[in-house]
Every structure is written in C-alpha cells, then in structure tokens.
C-alpha cells in the first residue's frame, strides 16, 4: 500500500528545504572561524554568533570574492570540512527536489484517473529511480514535459559554481552531482568549496519548485 501524504508535495519539500539550510549554518559558522584563524583575529567568532543566536546566516552564503582574498580563496578550497558539508548540502538538495517531484506525481496521478485501484496498480509499476525516469511518466502519465518548464525569475548566483543553461539542465547537472558524490564520496566534476555554492543550489530548487507549484499545482488543475 501507498502511504497517504500528511503534507502536500511543497510542505514536505519546504521541511527539507528547512533541515539543508540548518545543515548549511555549520559550515557558515565553521567557515567564519576559519576565517578568523587564518587572519588571527576574533572578528567573524561575533558574526557566528549570531548566526547561532538568531539561526540566520552569515555573508558568506551570498559571496566569496567581497570576503576572502584569493590566498584564503585557495586555503578554503583545500578544507575538507567546509567543502564536504557544502557539498552533501548539493546532493541532498538533489534527493529534495526528486522527492517532491515524486509525490507531486503521486498526488497528481490520483487527481487524474480518479481511480484509487488504478493509480496503485501504476505507481507499483514504474520506477523513479532517475531522473530522465521521472521526466519520462510526467509526459506519459501528466502530460508535463518538465525539460521545458522554467521561469525568469528562478536565478542563480554569479559566483558560485552553478550556472546552467536552464532549468532542465540545472537540475541534470544535480543529478550527476548526486550520482557523482554517491559513488566516489566527492564531487571532481565542479567546484563546489563555499557556503555560496551550496546557498546558491538551495535558492534554484527553492524557486524551482515554487513556481512549478503554482503552475501545475492542485489549485491549477
């Protein structure tokens, strides 16, 4: 048996959405420690802080260039810690957005064939092992071609690591990010080292699956 959602698609999604960006804040607040041991000060241990006090984040979620120079820039990247949180930061952000594409699925299906026998029968049926997998039922099954779906207001930020073509390719470059680090336990591939690599992910499925939601939406259907 299927189990029954609680929550809609875009709840459960902004759950893990919330759970990335408690993940992100330790290798912001760790990142501004390091900053303050390289430069042998105790300015940013203030900044940390308050990140922990008011469970925001720092700067350095949106920038690297305004705050480190390019000699810290090159110690940084040789950080194990800081760039193997951001980078499962990047995988998990994948596992979100297939998670909620699956259940978007789910719920969707049922609307359509309004046959609680049948929907099961098809979802026990197929698979949504990867993505090309998805995009493949929501053609057959929704009549969506997700490789056309973007909007111009889902951007990216200019000095991280993440600049795709568009929306479709950002989100198969997350997969082969994915694929990638589940299988050699880190990404070669792209340069993915600071807090803004792994913000600059978090704000694309964010808005991806923002206004993908308003579009195709229960409230759409």
Not at 94 to 104: G, H, Q, S
Request: aromatic content about 12%; charged content about 25%.
């Amino acid at each position: 048996m299927l189990v029954e959602l609680t929550l809609n698609p875009e709840q459960i999604f902004n759950k893990h959405q919330d759970s990335l960006m408690n993940l992100l804040r330790a290798a912001d607040v760790y990142a501004l420690l390091k900053i303050d041991d390289l430069r042998g000060t105790d300015e940013e241990i203030k900044t940390a802080k308050e990140v922990i006090a008011k469970s925001g984040s720092s700067h350095l979620i949106h920038s690297k260039h305004f705050f480190l120079s390019k000699d810290e820039q090159n110690l940084f990247e040789k950080d194990e810690y800081v760039s193997g949180v951001c980078q499962h930061v990047v995988q998990s952000c994948y596992t979100a957005i297939e998670n909620y594409l699956t259940n978007f699925f789910i719920i969707q299906l049922k609307l359509k064939l309004n046959d609680e026998t049948m929907s099961e029968a098809i979802l026990k049926n197929i698979s949504f092992r990867s993505l090309d997998w998805i995009k493949k039922h929501y053609k057959t099954f929704l009549g969506i071609n997700l490789a056309s779906f973007n909007h111009n207001d889902i951007s990216t930020y200019e000095e991280s690591w993440f600049h795709p073509r568009d929306e479709w390719n950002g989100l198969t470059i997350l997969s082969q990010v994915r694929n990638e680090i589940a299988h050699e336990g880190y990404c070669k591939s792209y340069s993915i080292h600071y807090p803004v690599d792994a913000y600059a992910v978090i704000h694309f499925i964010k808005r991806w699956v923002m206004f993908f939601d308003i579009k195709y939406g229960e409230s759409r259907t």
